[in-house]
Nanobody
Framework: QVQLVESGGGLVQAGGSLNLSCVAS????????MGWFRQAPGREREFVAA????????YYTASPKGRFTISRDNAKNTVHLQMNSLKPEDTAVYYC?????????????????????WGQGTQVTVSS
């Protein structure tokens, strides 16, 4: 059974930082790209960032680009999302997800439908 468990969310003031982590189990982690999505109240789940199975390439949506950094440690089955210069509009539940495509090396990560496994989410709240 695949499990993705996020941690690291919380309440932070605007301009602050958080480092989200996601630990995977039951999954051949090093074979799959990993992504982070977020969902704010009343809004659809949106793509934030993704990283290739080998960690060599990363992709970001426009808004957090330059402020967020995704990374992975295949030895620890862990993916991170370092979030700096946080803004109130970054407030959302953040989800990590595992790509359904083994060894995928393209750049198409924006759709939630391409991700097969999801974590339960971690709340990030940024106060102004």
């Amino acid at each position: 059974q695949v499990q993705l468990v996020e941690s690291g969310g919380g309440l932070v003031q605007a301009g602050g930082s958080l480092n989200l982590s996601c630990v995977a189990s039951g999954l051949a982690f090093s074979m799959y790209g990993m992504g982070w999505f977020r969902q704010a109240p009343g809004r659809e789940r949106e793509f934030v960032a993704a990283i290739h199975w080998n960690g060599r390439s990363a992709y970001y949506t426009a808004s957090p680009k330059g402020r967020f950094t995704i990374s992975r440690d295949n030895a620890k089955n862990t993916v991170h999302l370092q979030m700096n210069s946080l803004k109130p509009e970054d407030t959302a539940v953040y989800y990590c997800a595992a790509d359904s495509r083994a060894y995928y090396s393209g750049g198409d990560y924006s759709s939630p439908s391409t991700f097969k496994h999801w974590g339960q989410g971690t709340q990030v709240t940024v106060s102004s």
